[in-house]
């Protein structure tokens, strides 16, 4: 009879160990993207409560006078994106009348309205108190046709930024658009019938990029379980997560935690949630309570994204360091560009 129940246990061993790995697989082996939006910094530098002159964009008037006017009148105004753009009408306008007596002034306002040359901007500028002078130039531009769909235009500017203090950094950058392009950044201009109009606001915003703190769109990888206890909860969380419905989603993955601790698929998740709400010290808590429990790859490669996101969040904004400081003794750059992660994880399924 002992014999026959040591027989019986040693047939039940490869079954329980098959469904105790079946169980690992299936738990935190499998994942889905889901659509995640963070804050960059700015490309060139922060203009964010400082005054910049927009010097001009050189190029086809009907082309850079309707680029100019959206410049102007679409600057950020929300908290922690605003700036005030200057005019070059406004700027000799300030100069004329505060310089009026003085020949020097007068030629100055003169070589700008004439000419407007670099020197002649920033010396104006300068005794005005603005910050950065912005100038563009187009380089390249094949008009949309409205007709031929094959081709629907391009649009090429090259801006340069110019800080008018040592404090104030600057540089160049180009920004090349098509309408495709233009309308995959931003859904909303397929609303928009003149690609002309198309190509310059999608322009005026990237412009912005390069100069106030901006969002992008990634992509995030999360963990489907199946069979564990919460798998179904947890599959309902992740198709509001790539629904957009972060918040949803996060209560969800929370019942299943408090419920059922030991489901590392609610853990990992949280903590994606918690970087879409900008949460970035607890998002990092729980992913580094992730990896104590499974190592993984995918677990690794959250807690490096979610401090790019952070760090790149602290830049945009000027923050000081988190209270817990950061994980990863290399820098960003030494690390490769937080989109090399999202490469890495694929495109959305």
Same mark, same amino acid.
């Given at each position: 009879?002992a014999?026959f129940?040591?027989?019986?246990?040693k047939?039940?061993?490869?079954?329980i160990?098959l469904?105790?790995?079946?169980m690992?697989?299936?738990?935190?082996g499998?994942r889905?993207?889901a659509?995640?939006?963070?804050?960059?910094?700015?490309q060139l530098?922060?203009?964010?409560?400082?005054?910049?002159?927009?010097?001009?964009?050189q190029?086809?008037k009907?082309?850079?006078?309707?680029l100019?006017?959206q410049?102007?009148?679409?600057a950020p105004?929300?908290?922690?994106?605003?700036?005030?753009?200057v005019s070059?009408?406004e700027?000799?306008?300030c100069?004329?009348?505060h310089r009026?007596?003085?020949?020097? #002034? !007068?030629?100055l @306002?003169?070589?700008l =309205?004439? &000419?407007?040359?670099?020197l $002649?901007?920033?010396?104006i500028?300068?005794h005005q #108190? !603005?910050?950065? @002078?912005?100038?563009? =130039?187009? &380089?390249?531009k094949?008009h $949309?046709s409205?007709q031929?769909?094959?081709?629907l #235009?391009?649009?090429s @500017?090259s801006?340069?930024?110019?800080g008018?203090?040592?404090?104030?950094?600057?540089?160049?950058h180009p920004i090349i658009?098509?309408v495709?392009?233009?309308?995959?950044?931003?859904p909303?201009?397929?609303f928009?019938?003149?690609?002309?109009e198309?190509?310059?606001?999608?322009m005026?915003?990237?412009t912005?990029?390069?100069?106030?703190?901006?969002?992008?769109?990634?992509?995030?990888?999360l963990?489907?379980p199946?069979?564990l206890p919460?798998?179904?909860?947890?599959?309902?969380?992740?198709?509001a997560a790539?629904?957009?419905r972060?918040?949803?989603a996060e209560?969800?993955w929370?019942d299943?935690?408090e419920?059922?601790p030991?489901?590392l698929?609610?853990?990992?998740?949280?903590?994606?949630?918690?970087a879409?709400?900008?949460?970035?010290?607890r998002?990092k808590?729980?992913?580094?309570?992730a990896?104590r429990?499974?190592?993984?790859e995918?677990?690794?490669?959250?807690?490096?994204?979610i401090?790019?996101?952070?760090?790149a969040?602290h830049?945009?904004?000027?923050l000081?360091?988190?209270?817990?400081g950061?994980?990863?003794t290399?820098t960003?750059?030494?690390?490769?560009?937080?989109?090399?992660?999202?490469a890495e994880?694929?495109?959305?399924q």
């Open positions: 009879m014999n129940k040591r027989q019986s246990m047939c039940y061993v490869p079954l160990t469904l105790v790995c079946s690992l697989v299936f738990g935190s499998c889905m993207s659509p995640i939006r963070a804050w960059a910094p700015p530098g922060s203009a964010v409560g400082k005054q910049v002159a927009l010097a001009g964009v190029g086809p009907e082309l850079v006078l309707p100019q006017r410049l102007l009148n679409q105004k929300d908290p922690g994106r605003q700036l005030h753009m070059r009408k700027m000799v306008a100069e004329s009348r009026a007596q003085s020949n020097t #002034g !007068i030629q @306002v003169s070589a =309205e004439e &000419i407007p040359n670099d $002649a901007v920033a010396s500028a300068r #108190g !603005i910050d950065y @002078v912005l100038r563009g =130039e187009v &380089i390249q094949r $949309a409205q031929n769909q094959a081709d #235009g391009a649009l @500017v801006w340069r930024l110019t008018l203090d040592g404090e104030s950094s600057g540089g160049g658009l098509d495709k392009k233009a309308r995959k950044l931003y909303d201009l397929a928009v019938s003149d690609l002309n198309v190509l310059t606001q999608a005026v915003r990237e912005f990029r390069l100069i106030t703190p901006s969002v992008d769109r990634y992509q995030v990888q963990e489907i199946y069979l919460g798998s179904a909860k947890i599959r309902r969380g992740n198709r790539r629904e957009g972060w918040g949803e209560k969800l929370s299943v935690r419920r059922h030991t489901q698929a609610a853990l990992h998740n949280l903590a994606l949630a918690a879409a709400g900008q949460e970035f010290s998002a808590k729980l992913a580094r309570k990896i429990y499974n190592p993984s995918l677990h690794q490669q959250t807690l490096v994204w401090e790019l996101k952070q760090r969040y830049q945009a904004f000027s000081p360091d988190p209270p817990e950061w994980f990863l290399v960003p750059s030494e690390l490769g560009a937080p989109e090399a992660v999202i994880w694929g495109s959305e």
